[in-house]
Every structure is written in structure tokens, then in C-alpha cells.
């Protein structure tokens, strides 16, 4: 017998070696459970793929891909493979985006030594972004109650009108920050910010425009 090899087979050792078998036993019946937790893990990747895969699809046809890829890839785990969730976060981060241009373009025309050509952009600037702001807030609004809307066609036109309005808002600030009259050491402090938020809105209209209802 195996036990008897054992030093001083006190009834401990036997013990010892019972629950040795038994932890022997346990170790070799262990690979269902591995099996499951690879099985999940595997699981999770490959859902983290699709959601990903979901993404870049839906990016792929609005007007800047990448911009739309890199920015919303971070949302996977919210927008999962829901296009409404993806036109949903699109709005949300476009919406903060906008605030922060608005918050830049306030804070530079406070200050002063501008020609009266950069005053009078940046404030038709602040207008026009304070414009799509509100345009995108109403979108947001009135995407939560697309669901329960009675003539959900009409709904969806008024957002893609608003989403248009905020762009042509935008548009026209541009239009005077490119125009060639702005000192560049306005538009260079702005025009990311600006480019940023305009590409943005312009997705996020790609998206809506590809919602199906
Ligand atoms: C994106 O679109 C291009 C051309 O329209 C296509 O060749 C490519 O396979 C698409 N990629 C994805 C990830 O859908
Ligand atoms: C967008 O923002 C609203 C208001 O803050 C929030 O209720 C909603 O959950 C957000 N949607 C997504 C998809 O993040």
C-alpha cells in the first residue's frame, strides 16, 4: 500500500493521503469549470469584437469614418450593436463638444485688442454655436421619445431638419473664420475646436439619416 511508504502512517498521514486523492480527484474533474471560464472569456472577446465590428460598419458610411470610429469605440459596452444607442452617444458627445467650442471662442473674444473683423466673427461665432447648441439639445430630446411617438416619420424629419439647421449654423461660422480676414492667431486657437465639433455634428446626422423606423 502507498500509505505504508508514507514516514510514520499515524491515521493522520493517512488522512493526509486521503485528502491528497481526494484534491487529486477534484484537480482532474477541474476542466469543466476551466472549460467554462475560457468559454466566457472567449465569449466576452468575441463580443467586445462585434461590438467593435458594429461600429466601425456604421461609421463607415458617415461622412468622417475615422474621426467617427476612434471617437465612439470607446462607448462599445453602452452602444453594443443598438444603432439608436450609437445615434444617441453621437448626439451626447456632440452636444459637449459643442459647449466646449462655445466656452473657447466666449473666453478669447473677452479679451481685448481684436480688429473690428475678429471681434465681429467671434461674436457671430458664439451666436451661431449657441444656434446648433440648442438645435442639438431639441434632437436629443426628441430622439427619447421617438418610441412613443404617434407619427414617428414626422419626428425623425423634424430632428434631421434640426441636426441640418445646427450644421448650416455652423457653416457660417466657419465661413468667417476661413474667409481670410481673421488674424491667424484667432483662428488658430479655435479652428480645432471648431473642426472638431462641426465633424462631429456631421456624423452624428450620418448616423441618423441611416436609422431605420
Ligand atoms: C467600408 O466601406 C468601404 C467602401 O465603401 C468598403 O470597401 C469596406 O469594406 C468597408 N469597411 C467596413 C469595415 O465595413
Ligand atoms: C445621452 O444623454 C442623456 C442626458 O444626459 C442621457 O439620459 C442618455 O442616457 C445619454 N445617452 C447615451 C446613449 O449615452
Same mark, same amino acid.
Given at each position: 500500500?502507498?500509505?505504508?511508504?508514507?514516514?510514520?502512517?499515524?491515521?493522520?498521514?493517512?488522512?493526509?493521503?486521503?485528502?491528497?486523492?481526494?484534491?487529486?480527484?477534484?484537480?482532474?474533474?477541474?476542466?469543466?469549470?476551466?472549460?467554462?471560464?475560457?468559454?466566457?472569456?472567449?465569449?466576452?472577446?468575441?463580443?467586445?469584437?462585434?461590438?467593435?465590428?458594429?461600429?466601425?460598419?456604421?461609421?463607415?458610411?458617415?461622412?468622417?469614418?475615422?474621426?467617427?470610429?476612434?471617437?465612439?469605440?470607446?462607448?462599445?459596452?453602452?452602444?453594443?450593436?443598438?444603432?439608436?444607442?450609437?445615434? &444617441?452617444?453621437?448626439? /451626447?458627445?456632440? *452636444? #459637449?463638444?459643442?459647449?466646449? +467650442? %462655445?466656452?473657447?471662442? !466666449?473666453?478669447?473674444?473677452?479679451?481685448?485688442?481684436?480688429?473690428?473683423?475678429?471681434?465681429?466673427?467671434?461674436?457671430?461665432?458664439?451666436?451661431?454655436?449657441?444656434?446648433?447648441?440648442?438645435?442639438?439639445?431639441?434632437?436629443?430630446?426628441?430622439?427619447?421619445?421617438?418610441?412613443?411617438?404617434?407619427?414617428?416619420?414626422?419626428?425623425?424629419?423634424?430632428?434631421?431638419?434640426?441636426?441640418?439647421?445646427?450644421?448650416?449654423?455652423?457653416?457660417?461660422?466657419?465661413?468667417?473664420?476661413?474667409?481670410?480676414?481673421?488674424?491667424?492667431?484667432?483662428? &488658430?486657437?479655435?479652428? /480645432?475646436?471648431? *473642426? #472638431?465639433?462641426?465633424?462631429? +455634428? %456631421?456624423?452624428?446626422? !450620418?448616423?441618423?439619416?441611416?436609422?431605420?423606423?
Amino acid at each position: 500500500m502507498e500509505a505504508h511508504s508514507l514516514p510514520n502512517p499515524s491515521s493522520f498521514h493517512v488522512l493526509t493521503f486521503l485528502f491528497t486523492i481526494l484534491l487529486f480527484i477534484s484537480h482532474h474533474t477541474q476542466p469543466v469549470s476551466a472549460t467554462t471560464s475560457t468559454t466566457t472569456a472567449t465569449t466576452s472577446t468575441t463580443t467586445n469584437q462585434a461590438y467593435a465590428n458594429f461600429i466601425r460598419t456604421a461609421c463607415n458610411t458617415t461622412t468622417y469614418p475615422s474621426v467617427c470610429f476612434k471617437t465612439f469605440s470607446r462607448y462599445a459596452a453602452v452602444v453594443q450593436i443598438n444603432p439608436w444607442k450609437l445615434s &444617441n452617444t453621437a448626439l /451626447n458627445i456632440t *452636444l #459637449k463638444a459643442a459647449k466646449s +467650442t %462655445s466656452k473657447l471662442v !466666449s473666453k478669447l473674444a473677452q479679451q481685448n485688442g481684436y480688429t473690428p473683423t475678429d471681434a465681429a466673427v467671434m461674436k457671430d461665432c458664439i451666436d451661431n454655436i449657441g444656434s446648433s447648441i440648442d438645435e442639438l439639445k431639441q434632437s436629443i430630446q426628441a430622439m427619447t421619445t421617438v418610441d412613443s411617438s404617434s407619427d414617428k416619420l414626422f419626428q425623425m424629419d423634424s430632428i434631421k431638419t434640426w441636426m441640418s439647421a445646427a450644421i448650416t449654423d455652423q457653416t457660417t461660422c466657419t465661413d468667417g473664420f476661413y474667409g481670410g480676414e481673421v488674424s491667424p492667431s484667432v483662428k &488658430n486657437r479655435i479652428s /480645432n475646436s471648431i *473642426l #472638431k465639433f462641426t465633424r462631429l +455634428t %456631421s456624423i452624428s446626422l !450620418s448616423l441618423i439619416n441611416n436609422l431605420t423606423y
